[in-house]
């Protein structure tokens, strides 16, 4: 009895990175398929799979390939089912999705609220494919207000940080945000050095 064969994927977040689970089964076969892997040409092994029996005898084989999609970014992945019943082996491909670096820039906004004036410093790292990662390297006295923020667009991802304290908090020190992606080999440091004010 041929199987069915079926492949599909999906993708989860994990400890903020980005996996891909390929699913490739062969359902209802007798005696069961056999599956096995190719990625980048080469076999992929230790891959779990699993086996159901039917009441009716035939068997359902189902193989996840899962792995961090920076891993294989960009390349195809091939599930290859073997059954007595084909003339040859069937192949099924899936392309991992590829990542898109982000456009990374740091503004400086001024405010006046009450007679006190305020700076925002606003940290965006713009549409990357995944998300990016934005945190602060702030001084001790550090006691400004921090938000964040992340908008989809066309399975892209702009992320937006800012950072809002007293003008007066932070005279003469480094507002520092650090932007991590995959496609960056290293992080992305943008340094924002505030003035000292004279006093008379």
Same mark, same amino acid.
């Given at each position: ?12 977040? =994990?400890? =903020? ?21 190719? &990625?980048?040409?080469? +076999? ?13 005898? !035939?068997?359902?084989? %189902? ?8 891993? *294989?970014?960009?390349? #195809?992945?091939?599930?290859?089912? #073997? ?27 001024? !405010? ?10 606003? /940290?965006?790292?713009? %549409? ?13 006295? %550090? ?6 923020? +992340? ?7 702009? &992320? ?7 003008? *007066? ?8 945000? &650090? +932007? ?9 440091? %943008?340094? &924002?050095?505030?003035?000292?004010? /004279?006093?008379?």
């Amino acid at each position: 009895v041929p199987p069915d064969v079926y492949i599909s994927s999906s993708a989860q977040t =994990e400890n =903020e990175d980005e996996h891909q689970s390929i699913e490739c089964a062969a359902f209802n076969s007798k005696p069961a398929a056999n599956i096995s892997w190719v &990625v980048s040409g080469l +076999i992929a092994e230790s891959i779990k799979q699993t086996t159901n029996k039917h009441l009716n005898g !035939t068997l359902t084989q %189902k193989s996840v390939y899962r792995f961090p999609t920076y891993l *294989h970014e960009g390349k #195809d992945i091939t599930c290859m089912v #073997d059954h007595p019943a084909f003339t040859e082996v069937k192949t099924m491909m899936i392309q991992v999705p590829s990542y898109t670096v982000p456009n990374t820039t740091v503004q400086i906004y001024t !405010t006046n609220e009450n007679e006190t004036e305020y700076k925002t410093i606003e /940290c965006t790292a713009a %549409k990357g494919k995944p998300a990016a990662k934005i945190t602060w390297v702030l001084p001790e006295n %550090k006691s400004g207000e921090i938000n964040y923020g +992340i908008t989809a667009d066309n399975g892209t991802k702009t &992320v937006t940080s800012t950072y809002r304290f007293p003008t *007066h908090l932070h005279e003469g020190q480094n507002i520092t945000c &650090v +932007i991590e992606h995959p496609k960056l080999s290293i992080k992305d440091v %943008k340094t &924002v050095s505030l003035p000292a004010y /004279c006093k008379y």
